[in-house]
């Protein structure tokens, strides 16, 4: 594989090997397989509307770096929004030492409970859908982060709205929100050592470690709802799922709008990878054809409601066919 670093999200240098010499054992956990099929009318009902509505209101709550009022509020939203769609969060909270200083930092867990049963969640569900809800710390900008990553939040709700009316299928996933994908200074590291960035996905990434069984795959969304830049299938993904994504492609009628570059790009499937050894698809809206990406631009104005349904149609298309 081509390893083509990206500008500001770089720095990722083969960190598989690096790990792999002893900082951290591959985990062995065995992986779930699907109880039920995602149902192929899942992928008509997903509204990219709906989505885009999420997103509205989240930037209403202004900025929210870690530990910000922002970030609090955004977080009783989702906990709020997703309870009425009939799943259960849970808040997994820690502190881990940043450039700025001791930070706190909460990823936001969700699973479908049917009937109102508590999950068990030392198990993992067969799929994990994750996206980070912080946005990149400005102290001097007014910066909402409405693609990065407002708009995988609002295709992640849309998607637990979808999932609720198929509790049998929705029982195969869990949708993480992850804090601290975002670095204090300039760019994320992730390398033995030094890291910055990736706090959230990380410290899921360790817990995860420790259950019983982990998923078959894990999709992480990022920056998907630029309908003016191709969707990229990163590179670090499974060989099986990037299999999957062609043909999910094909079949939503999405080739013009969805590449395949042989290219690492450091995002919070990394960690998982890493620690937890999970196979991942990776989806990410092409940064670099994004002027605005990380200024003060990134506004509501950049995305459409049929971007981020094509990347919500992708997503369950793909679970469709692995559950199939
Ligand atoms: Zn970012």
Redesign the pocket.
């Known amino acids: 594989m081509v390893i083509r670093f990206f500008l500001g999200?770089s720095a990722f240098a083969s960190s598989l090997v690096l790990f792999s010499c002893g900082e951290e054992e591959p985990s062995s956990l065995p992986a779930v397989r699907a109880t039920a099929p995602i149902p192929e009318q899942t992928v008509g009902q997903f509204s990219g509307q709906r989505a885009y509505d999420h997103i509205v209101k989240l930037t209403s709550f202004g900025p929210r770096p870690p530990a910000s009022e922002g970030y609090a509020k955004s977080l009783s939203y989702l906990e709020s929004t997703l309870k009425d769609l009939g799943w259960a969060t849970r808040r997994s909270t820690f502190q881990t030492l940043t450039p700025k200083g001791r930070i706190s930092f909460t990823n936001l867990l969700a699973r479908h409970a049917r009937d109102g049963n508590e999950p068990d969640w030392d198990q993992s569900p067969p799929y994990l859908i994750g996206g980070h809800l912080d946005s990149?710390f400005f102290p001097d900008l007014n910066f909402t982060?409405v693609n990065?990553?407002g708009s995988s939040t609002g295709v992640m709700l849309e998607l637990a709205r979808v999932l609720s009316a198929h509790p049998e299928a929705a029982a195969n996933l869990e949708l993480v929100f992850f804090d601290g994908?975002?670095a204090f200074g300039e760019k994320i590291i992730f390398e033995r050592g030094a890291k910055e960035g990736l706090y959230g996905s990380i410290n899921f990434a360790q817990q995860l470690r420790k259950r019983q069984t982990r998923p078959t795959l894990g999709i992480v969304l990022d920056?998907v709802g630029d309908p003016k830049v191709p969707l990229l299938v990163g590179g670090d993904s499974h060989p099986n799922a990037v299999a999957q994504a062609r043909a999910a492609t094909k079949v939503l009628g999405l080739g013009g709008s969805v590449s395949f570059p042989d290219a690492s790009i450091l995002d919070d499937h990394i960690p998982l990878q890493v620690y937890a050894n999970l196979p991942v698809l990776h989806l990410i809206g092409d940064?670099q054809e994004m002027p605005y990406?990380?200024t003060a631009g990134d506004t509501l104005d950049n995305i459409t409601p049929q971007a981020l349904e094509n990347a919500g149609k992708l997503t369950l298309q793909v679970l469709h066919q692995m559950t199939q």
């Open positions: 999200l990149k982060g990065d990553s994908e975002e920056l940064f990406w990380h």
